[in-house]
């Protein structure tokens, strides 16, 4: 007989195939999440085509499982009829709810399909209040937070807004905040934001005084802990793997039921699961805001060896057999001169007659309704058992046992069969915002950002040129009144990972209108709705990763005066994107490969306390297993790791058409440096240092898409 969970949480499991399907929800998993052919962020997992897509709502939906449907990658402007065609499908199941990341999917669907529950996948980057609020205005029923949340900050987020909330409590920890990294990209053309990862990080990547491995961590896990994300205001429990085994999913699944149940989970279990997959143990270090050395680990050769073959036998027996968990109620009506019939009816309402052949008079035993009832609660083999059973039985008569068996099995696949079948979703496949629409002004605009304080301090004349420029938003009240008496027209940088600063973030803003500031640069939907609040201009940043005409007018509604489009686009997919928001990109600058909560840097004894900026000696660098330097940098409280070398177009700039502005992003150039990139732009020279074209001119590997 089913348990329920004590406080109703959501156990939602990762299904990358069929068999890893059928693991979870035989395991107890409550809801699935999974892929289609394309569109999803793990592309390498097996994935369901349409037809087998059908199949699985099916089977879940018979067992009582619901289905989300990961549509979670950044989609480029001809994606966007492919992927509303196939949740268009998807609504006809129907699958319970789509996962999203992309913006102009989001603006889409909320008018194709008013009524598809949509949750903002952990890489749309929600970590804040503000930002949790902002997706329900937007018609978002639930987040999926960023896996860098500490307890006390989810509590915050849940307390803030009436938004659904799901975390991760078991699975892998990517380094960078989710649809913050463009590491695989850049390098080689393989983007995590459209689930096509390469995974450089879990190369040697070695921080002084670290392990040689200073971008991977370990694995988290919670699920000892459920109860604790439940009173933080957790919702789902999520469980990540699309990419692992069955057995996996089975092992994770069965200890988040016990453990939601309050119940202990037994030796034998936890030692399994954490001998599927491990990397040098696990941590709770995000949760318990417990950051620094103790969470990093690698895949070691212990790690594999202790998925041995009986481990696996004997997580295969968690799923081997259907698990009963559908409560039904029989009634049996045995009369004279009649048929025989079952009525079989669920708790939700579901309801299947069945008949039989006309009773015999009994010529020894007559049947009786104990011997019914315990034939008919033979319903091994289904997912379903009997929780209560009526009879009305006339006396003197008999049946053979085989009719009994006949009418159980009969009944209950009925059952079952009207149990797979829900009223289709409603969609409208309307017009999509077209492309090569938008027309920039001429001539085109620049615009320079400075990372630190010291640079803004030191802004060159030469910078005269910018028609703003962008500064951190710690930078001292003083440093500022300096930059504004001397003309220049500034726009205060908000950081993209506040986590737990919001409200920092809000006072910052406050002082800075009060010296006549009113303009910002928002790079995550969180700062965005914080920057809307107080009435500021808004400058959309390159991580809100924009890629489509679509993405681009739900940010015009929204209030944004402009937005830098995504670093994952061709000059001529950016020259493509259609709308009146005026947009520009980065022409200059090391790309920030990472945004990390956990700096890489701190994979060291003294952490970060050598750190220049937190007043040590030096500037953390990341070396790779070829001796290539990686530049570290602290924004707010975050780190982002640059790339090794420069982006510049300054030999190019004649071929960016259609854009209405340039950023150059300065980071760790020195006033020399700076003043020289000017005056190669100002030339149409290339840079005499090495330098890279980004994706510019290579672009992405391309989903294929079937018609």
């Not at 605009?445 to 910078?463: D, S, T, W």
Request: hydrophobic letters at 40%; a neutral charge.
């Amino acid at each position: 007989m089913e348990r329920h969970n004590q406080h109703n949480l959501e156990i939602l499991a990762p299904a990358g195939s069929q068999e890893a399907l059928e693991a979870a929800v035989r395991s107890g998993a409550t809801a699935v999440y999974l892929g289609g052919s394309a569109f999803s962020a793990r592309a390498s997992a097996h994935n369901f085509d349409n037809p087998a897509l059908k199949t699985a709502v099916e089977y879940c939906h018979a067992r009582g499982v619901t289905v989300h449907l990961a549509v979670n990658t950044i989609l480029m402007q001809e994606e966007l009829e492919p992927a509303l065609r196939f949740i268009q499908y998807a609504c006809s199941l129907p699958v319970d709810a789509v996962i999203i990341q992309d913006l102009g999917l989001l603006f889409l669907l909320r008018l194709c399909a008013p009524d598809l529950p949509l949750h903002a996948s952990t890489q749309m980057s929600i970590h804040s209040p503000a930002g949790a609020k902002l997706m329900a205005q937007a018609g978002i029923e639930r987040v999926v937070l960023s896996r860098e949340l500490s307890l006390p900050e989810i509590q915050e987020i849940a307390a803030a807004t009436p938004v659904q909330l799901e975390h991760f409590v078991h699975g892998a920890l990517c380094m960078s905040v989710s649809g913050q990294c463009y590491f695989s990209s850049m390098l080689g053309s393989r983007s995590g934001n459209r689930g096509s990862c390469a995974q450089p990080c879990r190369l040697p990547f070695a921080s002084q005084g670290g392990t040689g491995y200073d971008l991977s961590l370990k694995d988290l896990t919670m699920i000892h802990r459920i109860e604790e994300l439940s009173q933080a205001g957790v919702t789902s429990c999520k469980i990540e793997g699309r990419m692992k085994r069955p057995e996996y999913v089975a092992a994770a699944s069965t200890a988040c039921r016990i453990a939601a149940a309050g119940e202990e989970i037994p030796a034998e279990l936890s030692h399994n699961l954490n001998a599927v997959f491990s990397r040098s143990g696990f941590t709770t270090g995000y949760p318990d805001g417990a950051l620094g050395r103790d969470m990093f680990g690698t895949r070691r050769k212990e790690d594999v060896t202790g998925a041995t073959n009986e481990v696996f036998s004997k997580l295969k027996g968690l799923y081997k057999d259907e698990r009963q968990s559908i409560p039904v109620h029989m009634h049996l009506e045995i009369l004279e001169h009649q048929p025989i019939c079952l009525t079989v009816c669920d708790e939700e309402d579901h309801t299947a007659s069945v008949e039989g052949p006309i009773p015999e008079a009994a010529r020894n035993r007559a049947i009786d309704e104990e011997r019914c009832r315990d034939q008919l609660q033979k319903t091994g083999g289904t997912p379903c058992f009997v929780s209560s059973f009526s009879s009305h039985i006339a006396p003197g008569l008999s049946i053979p046992i085989s009719a009994l068996n006949q009418l159980r099995r009969q009944a209950l696949d009925d059952l079952l069969h009207q149990r797979e079948h829900r009223p289709r979703i409603p969609f409208v496949l309307g017009e999509i915002p077209a492309a090569n629409t938008h027309k920039a002004k001429q001539p085109m605009a620049l615009r320079a950002r400075f990372a630190k304080v010291e640079q803004a301090g030191n802004i060159p004349q030469e910078a005269n040129c910018c028609e703003l420029l962008y500064v951190p938003l710690h930078t001292k009240p003083k440093v500022l009144g300096t930059l504004l008496d001397r003309g220049f027209p500034l726009a205060l940088e908000m950081p993209r990972g506040m986590f737990g600063r919001e409200q920092s973030v809000r006072h910052q803003l406050e002082t800075a209108v009060k010296l006549g500031i009113s303009q910002v640069w928002a790079g995550n939907l969180g700062s965005v709705a914080v920057a809307k609040e107080l009435g500021l201009i808004i400058h959309g940043g390159f991580s809100l990763n924009v890629t489509n005409t679509a993405a681009a007018q739900w940010l015009d509604e929204l209030g944004v005066t402009d937005t830098e489009l995504s670093l994952e686009l061709t000059l001529a997919q950016c020259k493509a994107i259609g709308g009146g928001l005026p947009r520009g990109i980065i022409c200059y600058g090391r790309l920030p490969l990472m945004l990390c909560r956990n700096c890489p840097a701190a994979n060291a004894p003294g952490g970060c306390r050598d750190c220049a900026a937190r007043g040590g000696s030096r500037e953390p660098l990341l070396t790779d297993r070829k001796g290539v330097d990686f530049p570290i940098q602290c924004v707010g409280s975050c780190s982002e790791v640059l790339n090794s070398v420069p982006l510049s177009l300054s030999d190019r700039m004649g071929e960016v058409t259609n854009l209405d502005f340039g950023v150059f992003r300065f980071t760790v150039e020195n006033p020399v440096e700076t003043v020289e990139i000017f005056q190669r732009f100002h030339a149409g020279e290339k840079l005499t240092k090495p330098y890279t074209r980004g994706l510019f001119y290579r672009g992405l590997e391309s989903w294929k898409v079937e018609n």
